[in-house]
C-alpha cells in the first residue's frame, strides 16, 4: 500500500502529503481564503486520530498501462494529496501532468474526497493524461531532475532549496528502520536474537573515539563520505547529462506543430539524443548539433514522460532509475523534506560539478522562490505578510490557517531575503541610488528593500558611528519580534531580516505601499527621525502602541519637540509611525524598543551604584546603543516584586496588612493606612503609579538629543534609578545565578551556541563575557567550572576574530576571496610563524581591480592589504578586540599559547568560527601542528555562507498543547499526556509542515512516555523521527543531536539492537569530542552509557576504561566523594564482578560504601543495599581464594562453596540506563494508576512547598512527591527487618546492583535545593526564554538543551522531565507507576530526588516481575516478600 511508509511520516499524523499539498498551493498562490476551508477542515483531525479513524478507506489507483495501485485515503483530504502521493510512489513518480477521474468525471484538485458523489471502499480512480504546456513541461523536467538527484546531496553542502544533512541512517546503516517491525511483545525473541550474533559483533571504537586519546579527526564528521557501502554521493548514475537545446525556443512554424521546447540528452552509452516536447509528450527528433530537424526520428518513441521515453532507448537509464527510485523509496521521508529555513555546513566534502539545466536555468533567470509557478510578476511580500495577518481568528481553524500563511510566507519572506541580499553584496544588483557612495548606496530586489549596516548619513555619529549602526540592526529585529509576539491589530511591522555575509551587515525588509513615492519627512507621522532633534505625534499611534506598553514595560512620556512643545510618545522617540499608501499603521526602526544598559554608558559616577562601581563599571564601550535583554527585564521586574511585598510586609502590623473590623472609624483609619502602606510601597520600588505596583522604563532617558520637559523631572529620575538597579541586577543577581547554576550543573553548555542560549535565558548580554569569565576565574570551586571557562575563553577569542575578518574582507575582491580566508585562518590557528597570501595572476588583477573598484571598496582602499597580515599581527588584534568588546585581557600572543594555556582544541576553534562568519571549509584533515607548511590553502576554503537572523513565528496553540501534555505527565497521567502530545503534533505540523525543531522536542517526549509505558516500539520510531529532525535544524553536530543520539541508543538497547545503540554512543562521544573536548561533565554520563553496553556484549576490559574515565571526570566535576563518584565506583565494580576480579571490585564497592555512609547514614537504603553488595563481592572473593587454594592442596573443590560468575543481565543494565539517562520504566495499567494515585492523593493530604518544580521540567508534581515521601517511609518500616535480613545474605541479586548504581547519585533534597532553587529568577528566565526560541524550547534553556545528561536535548530544554525532582515513588507499584523520573543535568546534585528514583527503580521492577497490579493496600502489604522474592529469583 502507497502509504506504508509515506503517509505518517515522523508520527505527525499528517501525511507529508498534507504538508507538500499547502506548499503547493499556497506556492500557486491560490486566493487564501478559497483554500482556507479546505485546508482548515483537512488539518482538523489527523489521519491516524481514532476519531477519523471511520472516515478512512482503500481506493484503487489504475494507472496507464493497466497497473494499479491501492492506498487509504481519508473523506477530509483533498484530490491534490492523492496526486502527490502518485508523485512520491515508486510506479507512478515520472507522471506529472495528469488528472484524476472518477466514473468518467475529472475531479476538481482542491475539492475535498467526501464531496465526491459515490466515492467509498474499493472505488476505482482513473490517471489519466493530460496535454502539456509550456508550463507543465517545465514542471516535468524540474521533477523529472529532482528524482535523479534524490539521493545526492550537493543541494545540503551547498546550502539550497532547503536541504540540509542527516546521517542517522549511515550511522546505522539503515538498521533502525527494520527494528520497528518486530512485536510489541515480543522482548525474548528480539533479544534472544541479538545475543545469539554477540559473538559477531565488532564492538571496538576507533582508535580516536577511545578515553585519553588525542586525535580529533574530521572525515568522521560525515560518515557518510567515507563509507562506500552506504555511500549516498554516488548514487546510481542515470545520463551523462541532460540540457536545454540551443535550438530553443522553437520557431513559430514548429510551435503550430506543437513543440514546447527541446532537451539535450546524453545517455550512459554516450549517444547523443535530441528530445522535443511538445503537447503531446516527449519524442526523439533528427536535429544534430549543427542541423536543426524538429520532424521525429524512426522510432521517435513518442512518450507522455521522459522516463519512459529514456527507458526504451537506454538499458543504462532503465536499470540504473529503477535502482536510484527504489533506494529513494526506502530513504526515510524526513530526509527528503525540505526543511523551514535553510541550515548551512561548515565543512564539506569536495564533489564533482556536473551539468545541469534546471540549476542553470534558475541561476541565470533569476528564479524568486516558487515564481516560475506563479502566474504574473514577482511576489509582493509586504501585502502578503500583511494579509495573512489580517485573517480571522476567531474560529480555532481560523487561528490553525493564520498561523500557517503566517509561518509559510515568512519562510519565504527569509528565503528569497537571503537570496537577494546574497546578490546585492556580490554585486549583481544595481542600486535604487548608484551616483552615491557604496556605503549610503540601496537596492530593491523581488519587492525587498536592502540597506547596509553603515551609518550613512551621520544619523549614529554620537553613537558609535558604524559600530552603532551595526548593532542597531539587530536591535530593530528584537523589536520586529517582540511587537509581533503581541500580534496587536491594526498595528503592523515589516518583514525584517538581518544578514552577514562576506564582511556586511545588511538588512532586507518589505517595502511599505507608496513610501519610495514620498520623501521621510513627510511620511512620518510619528516618532522622530533624526534621533528626537523633531518629533511629531498621531493620536491613532497613541491608542494602539499603549497596547503594547504594559507587556514590554514601555513607559509613556513626554518630550519636548524642535518648537519646544510637549509631545506624548508610547515608544522610543525612534520608533517611526508611518500610514502607508494601503491605510494600514507601520511602525519602523524599534532599536530602542528596551531600555538602555547603565553599565555601558559614559554617565557620572554618581548615577552608578555602589555595587556596579566596585565591578569597575560603568565601562567604555563601541557604541551607546547597548540595551537590556527582554529576559532581563521580566526577571527584574519579578525581583522589584519581591522587594515590594517584603517592604508591606515590613510595615504593615503582624506582617500583613491591617484588615478592617466594623467599628466604622477605626475600619477607614485601617484602610488608610493600609493604602499609605502601598503607597509608600510603590514609592520605594519605583512604581510608575502611586497605588499598584508598575514597573516600566522610558528608553528615551539617556538619549543625547531627547529634552525632557521639567514637569519630567521627577519621573526621571525614578526611571535612572530603575535603570542603574536593573544594570546592578545583572551584575549582583543574575549573574551570580548563572554561575551558580554552571557550579550545581544545572546548565551544561557544550559549545558556543549552548551558552549564548543560557546566559541570554537568564538576561546576560554577550557583552559581559568578560565579567562571567572574570568572575569564575576568582572563585574558589574554579577546577569544577573548566568546561565553561574554556567554553568562554573560545567565544570571546573567536567573536574577536570575527570582528577583525568582517571589516578584514570588505575591501577584498571576489577573485582574491578564498585566498584572504585561508590567509587569515593561517594566522588565526596555523602554527607556521610565516604564512604568505598568495594572490591571483597580475593580468586577471589589475583587469578586476579597475572593473570591481567602482563597485565595491567599502572599507580599506588597498584591496591588496590584507597580504600583509601576520600572526602576531591578528593576535594582537585579537587581544585588542577582546578587551574593547569583552573588557577582557588575553594574554596570548598566538594559538599556541592560547591552547596550553586554556587547554582548547584548534579544531573546536575552526568549528566555532565557520559557524560564526559563515564561512565552509573542505571536509579532510588539517595538520594545524606544522611549523613547516601552513595548514590551509586556498582550496580549502570552499565557500562562504550568510549567518541570518529573522522573526520566529510560532504555533501558540500547539505550545498550550504541550504544555497541558507535560503538566499531565507531571501529574502521572501518562496515558493522557500521550493523547495531547498527539495533538500537540498534529498542531504543529498544520503550522510548521512536517520538520520543525518543535516538533521534534515533541516527538521526543513523545518517545519517552512511549518507553515508561513499555511501547519500545513506538518509542523507537519516535526519537529516530526526532534525531533526524534535530541533525536537519540544528545541526548534525548540535548539542541537540549528541542528546537525541544517547536517548536513540538507550531505545535501541531496551529493544536487543546492542550494535547499532553501540553506534549511536560512538558517535555521540564523537561529536562530543570535536565540539567540547574530553574534559567535560556530560562526557562521564556518555562514558558510563557506553561502558554499560560494552557490559552487555561482554567487552568487560573496553568497558573498564571508558568507565574508568567517567569516574575520573566526576571526581574532577563533582568531588571525590559525590554520589556521582559513587555511582561510577560501583559500575566498575559491576564491572570487574564481571571479569571474576573480586579483589578489585569489592575496593571500587567500599568506595561507593564509604561514599554513601558518609553523605547518607548508616540507615539510608542505598547504603545497606551497598554494603550487601559489598558483601557478595566479599564472599565471592573469599570463596574464590579458597577454591584456588584447595585445587592447589589437592585439585577437588567438590567441597567448596561454588564462585558465582554470572554477569549482571540485560534488564539490570538497561535499569542503570534508565537512571543514567533519567528514564524509568514501568510497565502498568492506566487507569489501574490512576485509580491508585487519587487514592493516595486522599490518604496523604500532604503539603509540600519546600521545592520548585518549573512547569516545563516537572514530570512529577509537588503533592505527588509529598505522597511519595510518605508512602515510602511506611513501606520503609515495613521492609526493614526483611531487607536487612536480605542484606545479610550472600546474594546481591542484579537487582540490587541496579539500585545501587541507580541510587548512587543523589545527595539530599537541600542539596538539589541547591542545585536548582537557589537561582533568583533562572526559573523566570527560563520561561521568558522559552517563549521566544525557536529551536531549542520550553523552560530551562539555561542548561536543559545544553547537556546530554539526563535527557537535557536543546530545543525541547526540558519539556519532559522535571529538573530538581528525578524521584521514583517506593510506591511505584501501587501508586503513579508510570510517572516518569527525571535525572536533568542538575540531578547530579539533587541528591534526595535520586534516592527516591533509586528506591522506585527497584520496586518498579518488582512491580514488573510481579504481574498485573493489585490494588493499593495489598501492594503495600505485600512489599517486602516481593523484594525477597525478587532476590532470590534473580
Same mark, same amino acid.
Given at each position: 500500500m502507497v502509504r506504508g511508509t509515506e503517509s505518517h511520516t515522523a508520527g505527525l499524523s499528517l501525511p507529508p502529503t498534507r504538508h507538500n499539498v499547502e506548499e503547493a498551493v499556497e506556492s500557486l498562490h491560490q486566493d487564501i481564503t478559497k483554500v482556507s476551508e479546505d485546508k482548515d477542515n483537512n488539518s482538523a483531525t489527523p489521519t491516524g486520530d481514532p476519531e477519523s479513524s471511520q472516515d478512512m478507506f482503500n481506493v484503487t489507483i489504475q494507472l496507464p498501462g493497466g497497473?494499479?495501485?491501492?492506498?487509504? /485515503?481519508?473523506?477530509? =483530504? &483533498?484530490?491534490?494529496?492523492?496526486?502527490?502521493? &502518485?508523485?512520491?510512489?515508486?510506479?507512478? !513518480? $515520472?507522471?506529472? !501532468?495528469?488528472?484524476?477521474?472518477? *466514473? +468518467?468525471? /475529472?475531479?476538481?484538485?482542491?475539492?475535498? &474526497?467526501?464531496?465526491?458523489?459515490?466515492?467509498?471502499? +474499493?472505488s476505482v480512480l482513473k490517471v489519466v493524461e493530460e496535454p502539456y504546456t509550456i508550463r507543465e513541461a517545465r514542471i516535468h523536467i524540474r521533477h523529472f531532475r529532482d528524482l535523479l538527484k534524490s539521493l545526492d546531496l550537493t543541494d545540503a553542502y551547498n546550502g539550497v532549496d532547503c536541504s540540509s544533512l542527516s546521517f542517522l541512517s549511515s550511522i546505522s546503516e539503515g538498521e533502525i528502520g527494520d527494528s520497528t517491525s518486530y512485536e510489541n511483545n515480543g522482548k525474548k525473541k528480539k533479544r534472544s536474537s541479538a545475543e545469539q550474533g554477540l559473538d559477531a559483533i565488532d564492538c571496538s571504537p576507533p582508535e580516536y573515539i577511545l578515553p585519553g586519546s588525542t586525535e580529533r579527526p574530521l572525515q568522521p564528521l560525515q560518515p557518510i563520505c567515507i563509507d562506500n557501502k552506504i555511500s549516498l554521493l554516488q548514487p546510481p548514475q542515470c545520463l551523462k547529462s541532460l540540457i536545454m537545446s540551443g535550438w530553443n525556443p522553437p520557431p513559430g512554424n514548429r510551435k503550430m506543430h506543437g513543440d514546447l521546447m527541446y532537451l539535450t540528452i546524453v545517455t550512459m552509452e554516450d549517444h547523443h539524443i535530441n528530445i522535443t516536447s511538445s503537447n503531446r509528450g516527449f519524442y526523439i527528433n533528427q536535429s544534430t548539433e549543427e542541423i536543426f530537424n524538429p520532424k521525429p526520428a524512426s522510432p521517435s518513441h513518442l512518450s507522455h514522460s521522459i522516463?519512459?521515453?529514456?527507458?526504451?532507448?537506454?538499458?543504462?537509464?532503465?536499470?540504473?532509475?529503477?535502482?536510484?527510485?527504489?533506494?529513494?523509496? $526506502?530513504?526515510?521521508?524526513?530526509?527528503?523534506?525540505?526543511?523551514?529555513?535553510?541550515?548551512?555546513?561548515?565543512? #564539506?566534502?569536495?564533489?564533482?560539478?556536473?551539468?545541469? !539545466?534546471?540549476? #542553470?536555468?534558475?541561476?541565470?533567470?533569476s528564479r524568486l522562490g516558487y515564481e516560475? $509557478?506563479?502566474? +504574473?510578476? @514577482?511576489?509582493?511580500?509586504?501585502?502578503?505578510?500583511?494579509?495573512?495577518?489580517?485573517?480571522?481568528? =476567531?474560529?480555532?481553524? *481560523?487561528?490553525?490557517?493564520?498561523?500557517?500563511?503566517?509561518? %509559510?510566507?515568512?519562510?519565504?519572506?527569509?528565503? #528569497?531575503?537571503?537570496?537577494?541580499?546574497? #546578490? /546585492?553584496? *556580490?554585486?549583481?544588483?544595481?542600486?535604487?541610488?548608484? +551616483?552615491? =557612495? @557604496? %556605503?549610503?548606496?540601496?537596492f530593491i530586489w523581488n519587492n525587498i528593500f536592502f540597506s547596509f549596516g553603515f551609518d550613512v548619513r551621520d544619523h549614529y555619529k554620537d553613537l558609535g558611528g558604524d559600530h552603532a549602526a551595526h548593532v542597531a540592526a539587530t536591535h530593530d529585529l528584537k523589536g520586529v519580534q517582540a511587537y509581533s509576539n503581541l500580534d496587536i491589530e491594526e498595528l503592523y511591522v515589516l518583514g525584517t531580516v538581518v544578514l552577514d555575509y562576506r564582511g556586511y551587515r545588511i538588512t532586507a525588509q518589505s517595502i511599505i505601499p507608496g513610501i519610495l513615492d514620498r520623501k521621510e519627512d513627510q511620511s512620518v507621522v510619528y516618532g522622530s527621525i533624526d534621533f528626537g532633534k523633531t518629533v511629531s505625534s498621531n493620536v491613532k499611534y497613541l491608542a494602539l502602541l499603549q497596547k503594547a506598553c504594559k507587556p514590554l514595560r514601555i513607559m509613556r512620556h513626554t518630550v519636548l519637540n524642535e518648537k519646544d512643545e510637549e509631545v506624548l510618545l508610547c515608544s522610543s522617540v525612534e520608533c517611526k509611525g508611518i500610514v502607508g499608501n494601503d491605510g494600514r499603521f507601520y511602525i519602523l526602526d524599534l532599536l530602542r524598543t528596551f531600555p538602555p544598559d547603565m553599565n555601558f554608558l559614559p554617565l557620572k559616577e554618581e548615577d552608578i551604584l555602589k555595587e556596579c562601581r566596585n565591578l569597575g563599571f560603568p565601562k567604555p564601550y563601541r557604541h551607546r546603543l547597548c540595551s537590556l535583554r527582554p529576559e532581563l527585564i521580566e526577571s527584574f521586574v519579578q525581583y522589584k516584586y519581591a522587594q515590594f511585598m517584603k517592604i508591606i510586609l515590613d510595615k504593615s502590623q503582624n506582617g500583613e496588612l491591617l484588615q478592617p473590623d466594623n467599628s466604622g472609624d477605626d475600619s477607614l483609619k485601617d484602610d488608610l493606612r493600609g493604602a499609605d502602606i502601598v503607597k509608600e510601597a510603590c514609592k520605594d520600588i519605583g512604581s510608575v503609579t502611586d497605588y499598584i505596583f508598575e514597573i516600566r522604563f522610558n528608553s528615551d532617558v539617556y538619549s543625547p538629543v531627547v529634552r525632557f520637559p521639567e514637569s519630567q523631572n521627577q519621573a526621571l529620575q525614578i526611571q535612572k534609578r530603575l535603570l542603574s538597579e536593573a544594570a546592578t541586577f545583572i551584575l549582583t543577581v543574575q549573574i551570580p545565578s548563572f554561575i551558580k547554576a554552571c557550579l550545581n550543573h544545572v546548565i551544561v553548555p557544550l559549545d558556543g551556541k549552548t551558552l549564548k542560549e543560557a546566559l541570554h535565558t537568564h538576561g546576560i548580554n554577550i557583552r559581559y563575557l568578560g565579567t562571567v569569565t572574570e568572575m569564575i576565574d576568582t572563585m574558589q570551586g574554579r577546577p569544577a567550572l573548566d568546561h565553561i571557562y574554556r567554553i568562554l575563553i573560545i567565544e570571546i577569542v573567536t567573536r574577536s576574530s570575527k570582528m577583525i575578518l568582517r571589516s578584514y574582507l570588505q575591501g577584498i575582491e571576489m577573485s582574491a576571496l578564498s585566498a584572504a580566508v585561508s590567509h587569515f585562518l593561517n594566522c588565526f590557528l596555523s602554527s607556521y610563524p610565516n604564512p604568505v597570501a598568495h594572490l591571483p595572476p597580475d593580468e586577471l588583477l589589475s583587469r578586476k581591480r579597475k572593473n570591481k573598484k567602482k563597485m565595491r571598496s567599502l572599507e580599506n582602499g588597498d584591496s591588496t592589504a590584507w597580504t600583509s597580515m601576520t600572526p602576531a599581527d591578528l593576535w594582537k588584534q585579537i587581544q585588542q578586540n577582546a578587551k574593547d568588546s569583552f573588557d577582557f585581557t588575553l594574554s596570548c600572543d598566538s594559538v599556541e599559547q592560547l591552547v596550553e594555556k586554556f587547554t582548547l582544541q584548534k579544531v573546536t576553534l575552526l568549528r566555532e568560527f565557520c559557524i560564526k562568519t559563515g564561512v565552509q571549509v573542505l571536509l579532510r584533515e588539517y595538520n594545524f601542528e606544522s611549523r613547516h607548511k601552513p595548514a590551509l590553502t586556498e582550496e580549502d576554503i570552499l565557500n562562504m555562507f550568510p549567518v541570518v537572523k529573522h522573526v520566529n513565528i510560532k504555533a501558540k496553540e500547539a505550545h498550550e498543547l504541550f504544555t497541558k501534555a507535560q503538566m499531565s505527565i507531571q501529574q502521572g497521567g501518562l496515558k493522557e499526556g500521550v493523547v495531547l502530545l498527539n495533538e500537540a503534533l498534529v498542531q504543529f505540523n498544520n503550522v510548521y509542515g512536517a520538520i520543525h525543531p518543535d516538533i521534534a522536542m515533541c516527538l521526543r517526549l513523545l518517545a519517552r512516555v512511549k518507553f515508561i509505558l513499555g511501547d519500545i516500539a513506538e518509542a523507537l520510531d519516535n526519537q529516530q523521527k526526532a534525531v533526524i529532525m534535530t541533525e536537519r535544524t540544528l545541526g548534525y553536530d548540535s548539542s541537540s543531536t549528541v542528546q537525541d543520539y544517547v536517548l536513540l541508543s538507550h531505545y535501541c538497547f531496551a529493544s536487543g539492537h546492542l550494535p547499532i545503540a553501540l553506534k549511536l554512543l560512538y558517535r555521540a562521544r564523537y561529536l562530543m569530542l570535536v565540539t567540547a573536548g574530553e574534559d567535560h561533565p556530560t562526557m562521564a554520563t556518555l562514558d558510563s552509557n557506553i561502558g554499560l553496553v560494552l557490559q552487555a556484549v561482554l567487552e568487560c576490559d573496553l568497558s573498564l576504561r571508558f568507565l574508568e574515565k567517567a569516574l575520573e571526570v566526576n571526581e574532577k566535576y563533582f568531588g571525590q566523594k559525590s554520589l556521582d563518584a559513587a555511582l561510577s565506583h560501583h559500575l566498575i565494580s559491576l564491572a570487574y564482578t564481571s571479569k571474576v576480579e573480586f579483589r578489585s571490585a569489592m575496593q571500587h564497592e567500599k568506595e561507593t560504601f564509604t561514599i554513601y555512609k558518609a553523605l547518607l547514614g548508616d540507615c539510608h537504603e542505598r547504603t545497606r543495599e551497598s554494603s550487601a553488595f559489598l558483601k557478595h563481592v566479599t564472599q565471592q572473593a573469599v570463596n574464590l581464594q579458597r577454591t584456588m587454594n584447595e585445587i592447589y592442596k589437592n585439585g577437588s573443590i567438590s567441597t567448596l562453596t561454588h564462585v558465582q560468575t554470572v554477569p549482571p543481565g540485560i534488564d539490570t543494565l538497561l535499569q542503570q540506563l534508565n537512571l543514567l539517562n533519567g528514564i524509568l520504566r514501568i510497565n502498568v495499567g492506566i487507569s489501574e494508576q490512576n485509580s491508585k494515585e487519587k487514592q493516595t492523593q486522599k490518604q496523604n493530604p500532604r503539603d509540600s512547598g519546600e521545592e520548585h518544580l518549573e512547569q516545563e521540567e516537572g514530570l512529577i508534581s509537588e503533592e505527588q512527591k509529598s505522597n511519595t515521601e510518605t508512602t515510602r517511609n511506611v513501606i520503609k518500616d515495613q521492609t526493614e527487618a526483611e531487607l536487612q535480613k536480605d542484606g545479610a545474605e550472600d546474594q546481591p541479586t542484579s537487582d540490587t546492583a541496579g539500585k545501587d548504581g541507580a541510587e548512587d547519585q543523589p545527595k539530599e533534597e537541600t542539596v538539589g535545593k541547591d542545585g536548582a532553587e537557589d537561582q533568583p529568577k533562572a526559573d523566570t528566565a527560563g520561561k521568558d526564554g522559552a517563549e521566544d526560541q525557536p529551536k531549542e524550547e520550553t523552560a530551562g534553556k539555561d542548561g536543559a538543551e545544553d547537556q546530554p545528561k539526563g535527557d537535557t536535548a536543546g530545543k525541547d530544554g526540558t519539556e519532559d522531565q522535571p529538573k530538581d525532582t528525578s524521584e521514583k515513588k517506593p510506591e511505584a507499584e501501587d501508586q503513579n507507576k508510570d510517572v516518569t523520573e527525571r535525572q536533568d543535568g542538575q540531578t547530579k546534585d539533587s541528591e534526595e530526588p535520586k534516592d527516591k528514583a533509586e528506591k522506585a527503580k527497584g520496586k518498579d521492577k518488582e512491580a514488573t516481575e510481579n504481574g498485573d497490579a493489585q490494588d493499593q493496600a495489598e501492594e503495600q502489604t505485600d512489599v517486602k516478600d516481593e523484594k525477597a522474592r525478587e532476590r532470590k529469583i534473580i
Open positions: 497497473d494499479s495501485i491501492e492506498i487509504q /485515503v481519508s473523506t477530509k =483530504e &483533498l484530490v491534490q494529496e492523492i496526486i502527490q502521493v &502518485l508523485m512520491e510512489h515508486e510506479d507512478s !513518480c $515520472h507522471r506529472t !501532468c495528469f488528472s484524476l477521474q472518477f *466514473d +468518467g468525471n /475529472v475531479l476538481d484538485n482542491f475539492s475535498e &474526497l467526501k464531496s465526491v458523489e459515490g466515492l467509498q471502499e +474499493g522516463v519512459e521515453l529514456l527507458n526504451q532507448v537506454s538499458p543504462a537509464f532503465k536499470k540504473n532509475f529503477s535502482n536510484l527510485q527504489k533506494k529513494r523509496v $526506502h530513504r526515510n521521508p524526513l530526509d527528503r523534506i525540505a526543511t523551514p529555513y535553510q541550515i548551512y555546513s561548515w565543512i #564539506a566534502p569536495s564533489s564533482n560539478h556536473i551539468i545541469d !539545466c534546471v540549476r #542553470a536555468e534558475d541561476a541565470y533567470n516560475e $509557478h506563479i502566474p +504574473g510578476q @514577482t511576489r509582493d511580500w509586504n501585502e502578503e505578510l500583511q494579509t495573512t495577518r489580517e485573517l480571522s481568528r =476567531e474560529l480555532p481553524t *481560523d487561528q490553525h490557517l493564520r498561523q500557517r500563511a503566517n509561518f %509559510k510566507i515568512n519562510s519565504d519572506f527569509v528565503g #528569497a531575503s537571503t537570496r537577494g541580499a546574497m #546578490a /546585492v553584496i *556580490d554585486g549583481n544588483v544595481m542600486a535604487i541610488n548608484p +551616483g552615491e =557612495e @557604496t %556605503k549610503m548606496q540601496m
